[in-house]
């Protein structure tokens, strides 16, 4: 049996759906349809009255999982793209994320965002909003990389009593395969070395894992050994998995697809600068996006994001300074 | 669909005095002693941030507040310490977030009309106008999931507020799910200083329900009697299943937007006219003429005893400590941050 990373998704909504009355989940299309990219194919057949499309209405479909999260409820919302939740950030950024510190009643409620990148889609439909998310205090933001975390990130996003904001890649979709569900699982605010090497770190998430991997196979024909550590959560950031894989490699480069003013990768290098100084034996480097918006044609789109070549291109430069 | 009620005003004010009007006016003389307490209070420095008063509003808030049972669910806004007091909150809750006590439900972490508490069913309000209606008929959709039947939300906003698109997307969205949802408008000609011809086109928002599939009810929000049938008609109905209700009132707020603010914008023509009544007048001198004068000037007595004791005994509550705070913002990711180191 193959397992993807989108059926990973769909499998942790159906296991929640089944294992907890209170979850729900709630966004347009998610019905009988079983959503735009068929993440919740089924479930409201066999979850009755719980798998809800809601009008095109963002910034209402995160106010309602506000107030059912606040009654007792954990909505997991499924906006289309990541994109379009630009038009429920207040509910998310000022409401959500504010509710527990403000009353001490917890809002546990799941942000479902397909995001990132894919060949075609263009400035509206390719966003990585983790950046903004991560910057407002009270939010959870999950980028999981494989489809392992993908299943069980999920079932802890729901569990968990804060609102999450679950960025899954919509380039990982289809072509990420696994053979079989996982049994076990890392803690989801645990970064993980999946590559180990003594040269240099490359700290990075989501599908700019898979990026990472490729370069350091790339680099390793020049004798170079790369360590690569996925973030698995940007927010809360696992510093100190960073800062001892920093220790070992003294180098460090930090990847995003996102845009390069300030985000995840901003944050990483800030704090290996301010808090592991001393373990560098070069500046600290980082790569994103071209600060322009997501362009649409496959030509421009690939030179737009960092890939294998151009985060190869840059491990270098760190190793040779 | 739209139920125009203005003739009740009209009938109602026949009838005697029930005792929903008993609770409408303490809770509105309640409000407007506790009110003129705040506004002193500020005057003297003893409030941090602003102070927003419901002057002049207190009928058709209260009357919100009067229209719903225990075990529904109040999300009130800015002008709505008639409506809160009516539902049950506190004076001294009230006190507690504008003088900043730890004891209160906002611990000092948040201040002034941004209180709630949600073991009593009230909603604390965030800015952002509108933004509570798509809240509230999530806890609605919440408790029809969880077979919890018979409740009732009821929200407020002001003419402003019916220019988001929050309001626009929760009243849709409540509308959809037909939610036992009231929406309570009160028109009271501007939106801090923007008159209701810079804030929409049509004749009257109540037009608007029509075209959200939703019952509409006028009601003269300086009328306390008119308040209480048309609230209460609207609380009913949602009760009964008969989804969302959207209630405007038209009245003028007799102060500032907040206590910073003069209000010398206020057409003065509007101020003299039927709609520029203090609704707080209108019941003491309806009940002085239906010989209950005694009785109101009873409640008057109360309330001041009651503000003064409230305010005496809030003062002497402890402040917020920021070496006691723990300064973690999620529920699960305290440790994950404290390891972060920052």
Known sequence: ?321 | MAIRAAAAAVRSIQEGTDARMVRLGRAMVRARLLEDKLGSLYRAGRIVGGVYLGRGQEALSGAGGVALRKGDIFAPLIRDMAGRLAFGEPMEDALRAYLGSRLGPMKGRDGNIHRGDLSRGILPMISHLGAMVSTLAGVLMAKRMKGEKGKVGLTCAGDGATSTGSFHEGLNLAAVERLPLVVVVADNGYAYSTPNERQFACADLVDRARGYGVQGHSVDGTDPWACVEVLQGAVDRARGGEGPQLVVGKLLRLCGHGEHDDGLYVDSKIQRSERGRDCVQVMESEMKKRGSGKEWESWRAEAQAEVEAAVIKVSAEPVPDPFEEDWSATKSGSEAEESGSS
């Open chain 1, 1 to 321: 049996m193959s397992v993807t990373y989108l059926d990973a998704i769909r499998s942790a909504q159906e296991k929640a759906l089944a294992s907890d009355p209170t979850v729900f989940i709630y966004g347009q299309d998610v019905g009988k349809f079983g959503g735009a990219f068929k993440a919740t194919k089924n479930l409201a057949q066999r979850f009755p009255g719980r798998v809800i499309d809601s009008p095109i209405s963002e910034d209402a479909m995160v106010g309602m999982a506000v107030g059912a999260a606040m009654e007792g409820m954990r909505p997991i919302v499924e906006m289309q793209f990541a994109d379009f939740s630009t038009v429920g950030l207040n509910q998310m950024l000022n409401h959500a994320a504010t509710t527990y510190w403000r009353t001490g009643r917890p809002c546990p409620m799941v942000l479902r965002l397909p995001s990132g990148g894919t060949p075609g889609s263009g400035p509206f439909h390719s966003q990585s909003m983790e950046a903004i998310y991560s910057h407002y205090p009270g939010i959870v933001v999950m980028t999981p990389a494989t489809v392992e975390d993908a299943y069980t990130m999920l079932l802890e996003a729901v569990e968990m009593p804060d609102p999450v904001v679950f960025c899954e890649h919509k380039l990982l979709y289809y072509h990420l395969k696994s053979d079989h569900l996982p049994t076990s699982a890392v803690p989801a605010f645990r970064a993980q070395v999946v590559r180990a090497g003594r040269d240099v770190t490359c700290v990075t998430y989501s599908a700019m894992v898979h990026e990472a991997v490729a370069a350091a196979k790339e680099l390793v024909e020049e004798g170079y050994e790369v360590e690569v550590v996925d973030l698995r959560t940007v927010k809360p950031l696992d510093t100190d998995t960073i800062l001892a894989s920093v220790a070992r490699t003294g180098r460090l480069l930090a990847v995003g697809e996102s845009w390069p003013w300030g985000g995840a990768s901003a944050e990483v290098v800030a704090r290996v600068a301010s808090e592991g100084f001393e373990l560098l034996d070069a500046p600290p480097k980082r790569l994103n996006a071209k600060d322009t918006p997501i362009p649409y044609h496959p030509n421009l789109w690939a030179a737009h994001r960092p890939t294998a070549v151009r985060i190869a291109a840059a491990l270098r430069e760190v190793l040779r300074y």
